[in-house]
Structure formats: structure tokens, C-alpha cells
């Protein structure tokens, strides 16, 4: 079955600086998706990967999905302590229903 | 646009009590999926319904959880009998159909005493 490794587990940056977060799939993957959740709150959703190279930008987050869609990239540009949460990737198999499976997220923390 | 809609958002319930969540997802979206989230963890998928039938139920425990989506458009989620390790939050989340991005709900937090 899909397992999806994250790395790093936590992450603390300095308000202003880049940060990476890396997904890696363990088998082929149809999409990878990127969600954002608060403490006490559910997903929200920031990018979806379908094509191997694809990149994505939204405001000060881009994501990316390699050539070969065995490793996914989001990358945070001048942080703020709005990007504050966990981050988490989830995979389509593209093998019928649409199954996300989930990596176990990285906790973001941005310290002014 | 109103997004996803769960209740309750907090339930506390002894072992072997049973207890019921609701959701109500983004108007015309017709799949509807379960995921429960355990502390330190991704969500993990229950059941997913495309209207108001089960397209995958394969990690749903089904000696003690059941689902159902009425009408293709609310759905409740039940536990009978609770045991410990249920203690999780339940989100709910729709699409508009398969393949298109999930939007989720703030989720019901279950603690079993």
C-alpha cells in the first residue's frame, strides 16, 4: 500500500526566511496534494500535482512535483506567522476511488 | 460558497457508549468521504460515498462503525460500541466528484473515557 514519508517532522524558521518541505511517495503516484491544517481545524486545501515537473505557486507558497512523481517539494518564501501549522501531503493512486493517503504531516512554527 | 459542515465539534463518551457525528457537505458535491485523524497523524479514510453510494469502505471497521448518506447529500457517521483507541477527530470532506481537490470540514474531536 501507498505510504507517504515527510521530512522534516517539525520545522522552526525565523519570520522572513525560506523554508522547504519534502513529500516522498513509497509507489507511483496519480496526484499529490498539498493541505494546510490549525490546531483544532480541518484541511485546507492548497495545491493539487498531477503532471511529473508540474510546479504550482499560490501568494508566497509554491509546490512542486518532479519528472519522475517520486518526490514533491512545498516551498515558503519570506515566512510569516500566518504560515504557522502543520503541513501535510496526500497521494492518489489513481486506482479507483479517489483514496488519499496521507504522510504524517510537519509541524511549522514561525518565531517572530 | 458555505463550506463543509460538522457537528458536534467536541464529544465525550465513556468506553462502550455508542456516539454519532454529522456532516453536511458543500452543496453539489457528490462525493462525500471520512477520514479519522489520530493525534500526531495524517487522516486516514473510513468510507467514501459518490451520492448516496459506498464507493470504498475497505478500512472502515465495520464490527462497530457504520455510515450512511441519505438522499445522496448529508451523511451521519456511527460508533456502536466506542472503544479507546477511537479517540480521534472525525473530518468529513466533499468533492465535486472523484479526482477533484477534497474540501474539508473543522472536524467532530471524539475523547473516549
Same mark, same amino acid.
Given at each position: 500500500s501507498q505510504e507517504l514519508e515527510q521530512s522534516p517532522q517539525s520545522l522552526i524558521v525565523q519570520e522572513g526566511k525560506n523554508l522547504t518541505i519534502n513529500c516522498t511517495p513509497s509507489k507511483t503516484l496519480y496526484g499529490l496534494y498539498w493541505y494546510k491544517q490549525k490546531? @483544532?481545524?480541518g484541511l485546507i486545501f492548497l495545491m493539487m500535482l498531477q503532471k511529473g515537473g508540474e510546479e504550482k505557486s499560490h501568494e508566497k507558497i509554491t509546490a512542486k512535483l518532479d519528472e519522475k512523481k517520486q518526490q514533491s517539494s512545498l516551498h515558503i518564501t519570506a515566512s510569516q506567522?500566518?504560515?504557522? @501549522?502543520i503541513y501535510l501531503c496526500g497521494a492518489d493512486n489513481g486506482q479507483g476511488a479517489q483514496k488519499l493517503v496521507f504522510g504524517q504531516g510537519t509541524r511549522l512554527t514561525i518565531n517572530p | 460558497e458555505a463550506g463543509v459542515a460538522q457537528s458536534p =465539534?467536541?464529544? $465525550? $463518551?465513556e468506553? =462502550? #457508549?455508542s456516539v454519532a457525528f454529522w456532516c453536511?457537505? $458543500?452543496s453539489g458535491h457528490a462525493t462525500l468521504y471520512w477520514?479519522? #485523524?489520530i493525534l500526531g497523524q495524517g487522516p486516514k479514510l473510513l468510507i467514501q460515498f459518490q451520492n448516496n453510494g459506498v464507493v470504498d469502505d475497505s478500512q472502515l471497521p465495520k464490527d462497530r462503525f457504520s455510515a450512511e448518506r441519505l438522499k445522496g447529500v448529508d451523511s451521519t457517521l456511527k460508533i456502536q460500541p466506542a472503544k479507546l483507541e477511537d479517540s480521534a477527530v472525525y473530518l468529513c470532506a466533499s468533492s465535486l466528484s472523484i479526482r477533484q481537490p477534497q474540501h474539508f470540514g473543522d472536524g467532530t474531536r471524539l475523547s473516549i473515557l
Open positions: 490546531y @483544532g481545524e506567522p500566518s504560515h504557522a @501549522g | =465539534r467536541y464529544k $465525550i $463518551i468506553k =462502550r #457508549q453536511n457537505p $458543500i477520514y479519522q #485523524q
